[in-house]
Nanobody, 128 residues
Framework: QLQLVESGGGLVQPGGSLRLSCVAS????????IGWFRQAPGKEREGVSC????????NYVDSVKGRFTISRDTAKNTVYLQMNSLKPEDTAVYYC?????????????????????WGQGTQVTVSS
């Protein structure tokens, strides 16, 4: 069973940066779409970004385009979310998730129920 572990969250001032990491327990990134989601208190879980199993396809929710970048290092079984120019509204618990599909391109952001494996989440707080 694939396991995902997120890290890199923390407290940062508005305008600051954080890099989240999602480490997979198996060397299978080539078979999975990896997505990043976030959930703020009292709000539904929101898809933030995804990267295709080939690594060539990426997508972002409009609110983070130009500020967040998803990438991966297959040698380390790790997917990253680089978050720049952070805003208070980015405050949330961030989760990574895996969708088993070698052909998915991330031409669209996949919704939460399409993902099978989830990490435990990492808290990101943007505040002065």
């Amino acid at each position: 069973q694939l396991q995902l572990v997120e890290s890199g969250g923390g407290l940062v001032q508005p305008g600051g940066s954080l890099r989240l990491s999602c480490v997979a327990s198996e060397s299978t990134l080539d078979s999975y779409v990896i997505g990043w989601f976030r959930q703020a208190p009292g709000k539904e879980r929101e898809g933030v970004s995804c990267i295709s199993s080939s690594g060539s396809g990426t997508n972002y929710v409009d609110s983070v385009k130009g500020r967040f970048t998803i990438s991966r290092d297959t040698a380390k079984n790790t997917v990253y979310l680089q978050m720049n120019s952070l805003k208070p509204e980015d405050t949330a618990v961030y989760y990574c998730a895996a969708l088993l599909n070698s052909f998915a391109t991330c031409a669209r952001l996949y919704v939460a129920h399409e993902y099978y494996y989830w990490g435990q989440g990492t808290q990101v707080t943007v505040s002065s």
